[in-house]
């Protein structure tokens, strides 16, 4: 399978605890973006990362939310001491270069009780 | 910032034709993108405008207006498997962030 996967596919936590999701893009894409989704609503921009470097973070992000892309290859997102409002679907996309079109996984269905 | 604007809800015919529109508000604007996606699915690329003008992929279109700051998708010969949440995307600023709208929900009735 050539495609951007994501482990795991859904996480159950307890309040307070940490989690943290993998997602490995297409080899030789090297844009890499995390989105949040909630039932109704579009992909929500987390962060991006171009190679290793994390461009951007988008401003209501946590401090509690953090990732991290070593080597430029596969990128994980930690939430620390979660909470119910972190209860979502975590998309993780690739891009090569200035291609336009984003590669979505099939996401990590986290569920915060 | 971005900001992106589109109906919530669409409902249409089997056979029809629909358009869901999409207004955006950015700096640095590179291009609009439509994504479709399927309930429990992840959203998959449609099609892109850097351009003004409209773009054809089989049964799929979309228009730019960049002056307007508008964009639609054109859905024809609508099929029930067209029922999805369709999504309009902005790929704006230095870094070419992507940023959704908030989706427009697409029911295909016979």
């Known amino acids: 399978d050539t495609g951007v996967s994501q482990d795991p596919r859904h996480k159950i936590t307890k309040r307070g605890q940490n989690v943290t999701f993998r997602c490995d893009p297409i080899?030789?894409?090297?844009?890499l973006y995390w989105y949040r989704q909630t039932l109704g609503q579009g992909p929500e921009f987390l962060t991006y990362?171009?190679?290793?470097?994390?461009?951007?973070k988008s401003r209501l992000l946590s401090d509690r939310f953090s990732a991290e892309r070593p080597k430029g290859s596969f990128s994980t997102l930690e939430i620390q001491r979660t909470e119910q409002g972190d209860s979502a679907m975590y998309l993780c996309?690739?891009?090569?270069?200035?291609?336009?079109?984003?590669?979505f996984g099939s996401g990590t269905q986290l569920s915060v009780l | 910032g971005q900001s992106l604007e589109q109906p919530s809800e669409v409902t249409a015919v089997e056979g029809a034709i629909v358009q869901i529109n999409c207004t955006y508000q950015?700096?640095?604007?590179?291009?609009l993108s439509w994504y479709q996606q399927h309930d429990g699915g992840a959203p998959t690329f449609l099609s892109y405008?850097?351009?003004?003008g409209l773009e054809e992929t089989g049964r799929f279109s979309s228009f730019l207006s960049r002056s307007d700051s508008y964009g639609y998708l054109l859905l024809q010969e609508l099929q029930m498997k067209d029922s999805a949440s369709y999504f309009c995307?902005?790929?704006?600023?230095?870094?070419?962030?992507?940023?959704f709208g908030i989706g427009t929900k697409l029911q295909v009735i016979p």
């Open positions: 996309a690739s891009r090569q270069g200035e291609d336009e079109k984003l590669f």
């Open positions: 080899s030789e894409h090297n844009r």
């Open positions: 990362f171009q190679n290793e470097a994390q461009l951007e």
């Open positions: 950015t700096s640095g604007f590179y291009g």
């Open positions: 405008n850097a351009l003004d």
């Open positions: 995307a902005l790929n704006s600023g230095g870094y070419q962030k992507v940023t």
